[in-house]
């Protein structure tokens, strides 16, 4: 999982600019509880997602290996974003949102799978054939979902924040014409569902239960599920749920 500052900083400066001219997210309730998120992959999602998540009111920890090159994007959060390597991410948060490409999760799993056991981890990684290769046809043959719990073993996967551009998240974070944007939702652990679920509501969205792991392939990159900017109701439908 070997980055380059000069792209990391790269991505944090972009990232500080955009999340600087955004619109300000929807009051939050004063008695919601706010957590402690360590953000694995610092680049567009990880920083759109985690910054919206500070701006809620959620200590965040974004992870580089070089943290100094993200010293734009915390210093645009305020006080609630820090900088951290990614074990340190690991240890800070109640929760880690893992956002870095697919092909590094058999990296992930090897040097922070221990340290990620029990952790509610929320991932957002799509596998394409052009990048990711075996690891893409794996997925094909399992499910993105089975493939993202055998990477992060022991961790309690949620997978979320992944069926859409990120400039797509940062464009309706604070609301959209004719209500909330869904972002759909799949896991196995009904206590890190309930806490996903919170966290997709504190960024500005609606979240859309689909099922377990096993049916996170509904809203895959390449599914009928995936890239929608839709209502909860209307996501629902799209996806055939009933309820």
């Given at each position: 999982?070997?980055?380059?500052?000069?792209?990391?900083?790269?991505?944090?400066?972009?990232?500080?600019?955009?999340?600087?001219l955004?619109?300000a997210?929807?009051?939050?309730a004063?008695?919601?509880?706010?957590?402690k998120?360590?953000v694995?992959?610092?680049?567009?999602i990880?920083?759109?997602?985690?910054?919206?998540?500070?701006?809620?009111?959620?200590?965040?920890?974004?992870?580089?290996?070089?943290?100094?090159?993200?010293?734009?994007?915390?210093?645009?959060?305020?006080?609630n974003?820090?900088?951290?390597?990614p074990?340190?991410?690991?240890?800070?948060g109640?929760?880690?949102?893992?956002?870095v490409?697919?092909?590094?999760?058999?990296?992930?799993?090897?040097?922070?799978?221990a340290?990620?056991?029990?952790?509610?981890?929320?991932?957002?990684?799509?596998?394409?054939?052009?990048?990711?290769?075996?690891?893409?046809?794996?997925v094909?043959?399992?499910?993105?979902?089975?493939?993202?719990?055998?990477?992060?073993?022991?961790?309690?996967?949620?997978?979320a924040?992944?069926?859409?551009?990120?400039?797509?998240?940062a464009?309706?974070?604070?609301?959209?014409?004719?209500?909330?944007?869904a972002?759909?939702?799949?896991?196995?652990?009904?206590?890190a569902?309930?806490?996903?679920?919170?966290?997709?509501?504190?960024?500005?969205?609606?979240?859309?239960?689909?099922?377990?792991?096993n049916?996170?392939?509904?809203?895959?990159?390449?599914?009928?599920?995936?890239?929608?900017?839709?209502?909860?109701?209307?996501?629902?439908?799209?996806?055939?749920?009933?309820?």
């Open positions: 999982m070997r980055s380059d500052p000069r792209t990391t900083r790269r991505a944090a400066l972009s990232l500080a600019a955009g999340l600087a955004g619109t997210l929807p009051a939050m004063q008695d919601a509880p706010k957590l998120i360590g694995i992959g610092a680049g567009n990880g920083g759109t997602i985690g910054g919206l998540w500070a701006k809620a009111g959620h200590k965040v920890m974004f992870s580089s290996r070089h943290p100094e090159a993200l010293k734009p994007l915390v210093e645009s959060l305020g006080p974003a820090s900088a951290g390597t074990e340190e991410a690991i240890r800070f109640d929760a880690v949102f893992v956002a490409p697919y092909k590094a999760y058999p990296d992930l799993a090897r040097e922070y799978g340290a990620l056991k029990g952790k509610v981890a929320i991932e957002a990684g799509n596998a394409t054939k052009a990048r990711d290769g075996e690891l893409y046809d794996e094909q043959a399992n499910g993105i979902g089975i493939t993202s719990q055998k990477y992060l073993p022991g961790a309690r996967v949620v997978r924040f992944s069926a859409i551009n990120y400039k797509i998240f464009k309706n974070a604070a609301g959209r014409e004719g209500g909330r944007m972002v759909p939702i799949a896991g196995d652990d009904k206590a569902l309930a806490l996903a679920e919170g966290l997709v509501r504190d960024a500005g969205f609606e979240p859309v239960l689909v099922g377990g792991l049916d996170a392939g509904k809203f895959a990159m390449g599914s009928p599920g995936f890239g929608h900017d839709l209502t909860a109701p209307e996501l629902r439908r799209t996806l055939g749920l009933t309820q």
